[in-house]
């Protein structure tokens, strides 16, 4: 016998276009589980690799810092080395002066470039002071970056390990939902997903349970309980907006409560 060829979704009754997104909810909420096994492990993973590289970022702006530091005290060493040159020079002109205004003047100019000295000096000082408590910033930061790379490793192992005990159903269970997507109406299948991604459980069509909605349990009128059991149009739930399906129709067989009657009570005869 030949294959029956696909049904276009558009063409599906609305029984059978409820049943095709309950079973990719069905799908959906293990792809789910699977990620909340996963925890915050990701998150974690994703934060420990930021604050590497942030730290990593930080050492090579001191070190370069450092760098233009020395460069700075490099230089003023070498005005220290001109300026006490220039002052020799002027006390061999000293002894050559004519008047008292070429001693001064010679006197102000040694007096400057000493005043220059000093500052350079205090100015390389300071460097130096700032070249070690960058040094020790460096250092702090390495420790940090080391502890964070361990705490990495460790992260990724756990997170490696539940992916490679979770990727194969993963992906078999994702190739399942994709194939089933094309089975539904391209509208519904749009409505579903937003009402999934609003929702905090993840769930976006859900069975009536104890005449209540099975997302936000909040009461469904028995009209309304008869419309969704009659599978004629898409129900959805007025108060959280999910799309309702009998649980018959999801395959969920729920137990049913006896009612137990109360024993009538006999009335005694009085005796006349």
């Known amino acids: 016998m030949a294959k029956d060829t696909k049904k276009d979704p558009m063409d599906l009754s609305i029984e059978e276009k409820l049943k095709n997104l309950y079973q990719l909810q069905t799908m959906l909420s293990e792809i789910d589980k699977i990620r909340t096994l996963r925890g915050e492990l990701p998150l974690e993973v994703q934060d420990l690799e930021d604050e590497?590289?942030?730290?990593?970022?930080?050492?090579?702006?001191?070190?370069?810092?450092?760098?233009?530091?020395?460069?700075?005290i490099a230089n003023r060493k070498t005005q220290i080395e001109a300026n006490h040159v220039a002052i020799e020079g002027y006390k061999t002109q000293l002894d050559n002066v004519r008047?008292?205004?070429?001693?001064?003047?010679?006197?102000?100019?040694?007096?400057?470039?000493?005043?220059?000295?000093?500052l350079n000096e205090k100015r390389i000082r300071e460097a130096n002071v700032a070249i070690e408590h960058k040094n020790n910033e460096i250092q702090r930061c390495t420790e940090d970056m080391t502890e964070r790379r361990t705490d990495l490793d460790i992260k990724k192992s756990e997170l490696d390990e539940i992916?490679?005990?979770?990727?194969?159903?993963?992906?078999k269970l994702r190739e399942k939902a994709k194939n089933l997507e094309t089975t539904i109406e391209p509208r519904l299948l749009s409505a579903f997903k937003r009402i999934r991604k609003n929702s905090r459980n993840g769930l976006g069509i859900v069975y009536v349970q104890r005449d209540a909605c099975g997302g936000c349990f909040n009461k469904i009128p028995p009209q309304r309980q008869l419309d969704i059991r009659m599978r004629k149009k898409i129900?959805?739930?007025?108060?959280?907006?999910?799309?309702?399906?009998?649980?018959?129709?999801a395959g969920v067989k729920l137990e049913q409560k006896a009612v137990e009657e109360k024993p009538k009570r006999r009335r005694r005869k009085t005796e006349e």
Do not use: H, W
């Not at 930080?58 to 700075?72: F, G, L, M, S, T």
């Open 52 to 72: 590497i590289e942030g730290l990593a970022t930080r050492i090579e702006k001191i070190q370069n810092e450092i760098v233009e530091a020395k460069r700075d």
């Open 99 to 118: 008047n008292n205004r070429e001693y001064e003047s010679l006197n102000k100019e040694i007096e400057f470039k000493t005043l220059d000295i000093e």
């Open 163 to 171: 992916i490679s005990e979770t990727k194969a159903e993963e992906e």
């Open 235 to 249: 129900i959805v739930c007025e108060y959280c907006g999910r799309i309702m399906i009998d649980p018959e129709l």
